[in-house]
């Protein structure tokens, strides 16, 4: 028996990209461990040492085996032969058949442009962007308030980084805010532990007690380990920590004054900004700008005292909406202010950004670091995180696999595509939405546009569960001519689509250096040594073909060679402080190890804001902006509010909560909120069809035990949850985890309509909100619940739109509402 360990890394859509040791038996794999977890070649001297940063698996990457080995991997083109969305109906098709079918739709496509001027799909991975103008979805589900937040608050989004990891150790106060990376980034909880061994103070601010809360929380002072907070009220907690800071004069008014526009009243500015209008193109420097009356961030402070009438009354307001004890609020102000440098960290801004108001809620996060000087400081930050540990060994990109550039295609919101099938908008007025095509695309769209198709190609994804308001996609859906997808599972994406064809999985797909997103200063192979079923192709084979086919230039690329010539030209920047006699491994060692991760310590870690010089940030006034001009402007903001202030949800907490339940049209109550937080189980959708993982946390509905007695619930009893857009059937979990007035289910459990159950959704389609009936959901797929808004800005000329799926108003009932 011949045994062997390859190294290779997960790639995986949590973008840690963690090691992984495959073992080998007579060249099949028989196991899989972490190869983050021993002390390696390179590693000081022993396991204990924080560089290079172990990428230690969690439980998914073992689990790596059971996905690539399930019972229902999709090993051969299917067509739907009944309706869509019917499992029995999919049918064994050749690759032929396959391909001339696709092939077919494209035709069609193509045919259609000469009407529309653009081909009416929705191309998502597929070879689209290569023939025509197509559709293609714009805004992020993991950080697009965010985004909206940087570009609105600090610049541009692609060179602005919130500091590292790393800089934890250089603080003497560490806040996870809506973050919970014991279970999101499983690497790092090595590091967290070792801040907290060095005595740094921790405190987490979560809506549910967490993983995190339970492991790495101290407190600081005053101020607890844990703060609870009622959901979608962190902007109201904020706007009172700012309120404390600046009565208290804790604020860095010397920073403030430098740096920030629109902090005081009157702020003018003439713009040194290096940045140009993403519209017009026009420059900003030499730009006059000036904060309107009652818009600066004083003004709104000044209301607040106006509208509650005293210091303790703002104080009493925030608590009564946030559920923190006054005290609470204005120790965790002042422990804040003066603990500089205090870090906030929230890789994206968590799971409150993931919510209608999170723009409005990561701006708030930025303006609170501003005001106080942490945001450009070592050991201080906004918050939003890059993953990485510092710096990145610079190689080629390799070439695609097209010869030529995409054409541009119109963007439509991801939020919205559904919208746009059943009414040519994603919620834009058409007169915008036309405006933004005709300068984008040159092209005119008259009454709106038209989807006749989608494509789920070469790309991560599964949008069929994944995206808001699961019941209007089905009836969106059922408009289209074909939906096709490459998969290698049969996740609810694929299930609704006309065909799919069987795809790799990574570790099929040979031998490449692959960066896999956020960890900068890492270098990894994906040993890819699996051979794949025969009838299985990767994206790449496929997208060839179709390409061949329809006459669309590509090259052949010899990846082997290429990783060569990118390992020969690989080095770190000079910024970086190399360790005595630190020379990058030659190929060959990199090959074997599959990974390299490159040290820095904290002192060294770059503080990418620190780089600025104020009134040079890429902003349109050149500083941080409390206020933005430009919003105000363009007038996209999903609540036309342009400046950093608490924005209540409408079906939140205060509706749903303070004021006896949240009304829908339904006529329905509503007296419950709920959250989706990511799953420990699972990578987003991915898992949830893997046994041996899922049984290690049962999916269910997390209540509170006060909350599920009320409804004459039990432990473990099944119940309702619903909305007015659909309803799940799960069992509860009653658990104090979960405070009175929330509930709790974890994403990405996959959609599967009951057969019998039915539910009255309220679903606005055509305009109009209509009274529809839809399938009770027992899989359990959060986004059955959610509304498919539009959050953040909607804007396709900045790409600064999330999503929305915390807070909003539920209710959990032992029996099915009948109307
Ligand atoms: N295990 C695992 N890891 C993952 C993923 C996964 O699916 N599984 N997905 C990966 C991806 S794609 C992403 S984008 C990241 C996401 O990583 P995170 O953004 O950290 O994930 P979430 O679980 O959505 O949210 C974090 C926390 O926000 C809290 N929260 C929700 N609403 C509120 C609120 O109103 N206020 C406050 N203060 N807290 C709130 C939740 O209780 C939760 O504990 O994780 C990545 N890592
Ligand atoms: N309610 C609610 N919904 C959420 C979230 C939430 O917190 N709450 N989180 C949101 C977030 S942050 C994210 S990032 C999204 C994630 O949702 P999506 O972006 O839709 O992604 P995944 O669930 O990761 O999609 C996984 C599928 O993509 C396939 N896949 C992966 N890589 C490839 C590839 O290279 N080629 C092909 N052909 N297929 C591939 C896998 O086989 C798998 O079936 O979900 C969002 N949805
Ligand atoms: S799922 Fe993510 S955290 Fe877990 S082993 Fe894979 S890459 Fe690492
Ligand atoms: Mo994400």
């Known amino acids: 028996m011949k045994r062997n360990i390859v190294c290779s890394m997960h790639k995986m859509h949590c973008m840690a990209a963690c090691q992984l040791k495959l073992h080998t038996e007579n060249g099949k794999v028989v ?19 924080i560089y290079p940063i172990q990428r230690r698996a969690c439980m998914r990457g073992y689990g790596e085996l059971y996905r690539m080995y399930q019972p229902n991997r999709i090993l051969y083109p299917m067509l739907q032969t009944r309706e869509r969305g019917n499992l029995a109906g999919f049918k064994r098709i050749s690759w032929k058949e396959a391909f001339d079918r696709y092939l077919h739709y494209y035709e069609q496509m193509l045919e259609e442009s000469k009407k529309y001027g653009y081909l009416p799909v929705v191309d998502i991975g597929g070879v689209g ?103 979608g009220t962190d902007g109201a907690l904020m706007a009172a920590m700012a309120y404390i800071i600046y009565k208290r004069k804790l604020h860095d008014d010397t920073f403030i004054k430098k740096y920030c526009f629109g902090f005081y009243k009157n702020d003018e500015v003439n713009s040194k900004s290096p940045a140009y209008h993403p519209v017009t193109n026009e420059p900003y420097k030499g730009k006059h700008y000036k904060v309107p009356d009652g818009e600066s961030f004083v003004e709104y402070l000044e209301d607040l005292e106006k509208e509650h009438g005293s210091y303790q009354k703002v104080l009493s307001w925030a608590s009564k909406v946030t559920g923190i004890r006054s005290e609470i609020i204005e120790n965790f102000a002042i422990e804040y202010a003066t603990s500089s440098p205090s870090f906030i960290f929230s890789r994206f801004h968590g799971g409150a950004q993931r919510m209608y108001t999170g723009f409005y809620y990561s701006w708030m996060m930025i303006a609170l670091s501003a005001m106080t000087g942490n945001i450009n400081k070592r050991g201080g930050g906004f918050g939003e995180l890059r993953g990485d540990d510092g710096f990145s060994v610079e190689m080629l990109a390799f070439p695609g696999y097209f010869i030529n550039k995409p054409i541009q295609p119109i963007l439509i919101s991801q939020y919205g595509i559904d919208q746009v099938i059943l009414t040519g908008t994603d919620g834009r007025k058409i007169e915008d939405l036309n405006e933004d095509i005709c300068r984008m695309n040159n092209l005119d769209i008259g009454d709106g546009l038209r989807i006749r198709g989608l494509i789920k190609g070469a790309a991560n994804g599964n949008p069929f569960n994944q995206l808001a308001n699961v019941n209007k996609r089905r009836i969106a859906w059922n408009q289209l001519d074909f939906v096709v997808t490459y998969e290698r599972q049969m996740t609810p994406t694929a299930q609704w689509s006309d065909l799919i064809l069987p795809v790799k999985f990574p570790l099929e797909e040979g031998r490449r250096f692959d960066k896999n997103g956020a960890l900068e200063s890492d270098v990894n192979i994906l040993n890819g040594i699996y051979d794949a079923p025969a009838e299985v192709k990767s994206d790449e084979e496929i997208n060839i073909e179709m390409a061949r086919r329809l006459g669309i230039s590509v090259r052949i690329n010899d990846y082997e060679q290429l990783m060569k010539e990118q390992w020969a030209k690989a080095y770190v920047s000079d910024d970086y402080v190399k360790p005595e006699g630190f020379q990058l491994p030659d190929y060959d060692e990199i090959c074997k190890s599959a990974h390299l991760s490159i040290p820095v310590k904290p002192e060294d870690t770059p503080i990418v804001l620190s780089k600025f010089e104020p009134g040079y940030f890429e902003t349109e006034t050149g500083k941080i902006n409390f206020y933005s001009p430009f919003l105000a402007e363009r007038n996209r903001t999903s609540h036309k509010i342009n400046r950093a202030q608490y924005v209540p949800l409408e079906d939140g907490f205060e509706t749903t909560r303070l004021y006896g339940g949240f009304r829908g049209h339904s006529g329905r109550k509503y007296t419950l909120q709920f959250i989706t937080p990511h799953a420990a189980t699972r990578a987003n959708s991915d898992f949830a069809n ?76 055509n305009g109009e909100i209509e009274k529809c009936e839809t399938p009770v959901d027992i899989g359990g797929c959060v986004n059955t619940l959610t509304r498919d808004l539009n959050s953040g800005i909607h804007d396709p000329f900045i790409n600064g739109m999330g999503f929305n799926a915390n807070g909003s108003a539920c209710e959990v009932s032992k029996s099915l509402p009948d109307k």
């Open 31 to 49: 196991n899989i461990t972490s190869d983050g977890d021993i002390p390696r070649a390179g590693s000081y001297d022993f396991d204990e040492s």
């Open 129 to 231: 962007n290569q023939l025509g103008v197509c559709l293609y979805p714009f805004g992020s589900s993991s950080c697009g308030n965010v985004d909206a937040a940087i570009i609105a608050a600090i610049g541009k989004r692609n060179s602005i980084h919130a500091n590292t990891p790393i800089d934890m150790f250089n603080t003497k106060y560490l806040i996870f805010w809506s973050s919970n990376p014991a279970e999101t980034l499983p690497y790092l909880q090595f590091v967290i532990e070792k801040a907290k061994e060095s005595k740094i103070s921790i405190t987490v601010v979560d809506t549910r007690y967490t993983e995190t809360a339970d492991t790495y929380a101290t407190g600081k002072g005053k101020v607890p380990g844990y703060i609870h907070i009622n959901p």
């Open 690 to 765: 893997i046994p041996i993982l899922q049984e290690t946390e049962r999916h269910c509905i997390f209540i509170n035990p006060e909350d599920a007695q009320e409804r004459d619930l039990q432990d473990q009893d099944m119940a309702f949850m619903y909305t007015e857009v659909g309803c799940i059937y799960l069992p509860v979990k009653c658990t104090y985890s979960i405070p009175k007035g929330l509930v709790a289910v974890k994403q990405g459990a996959w959609y599967k309509p009951d057969k019998h159950m039915t539910f009255y959704a309220w679903l606005e389609c």
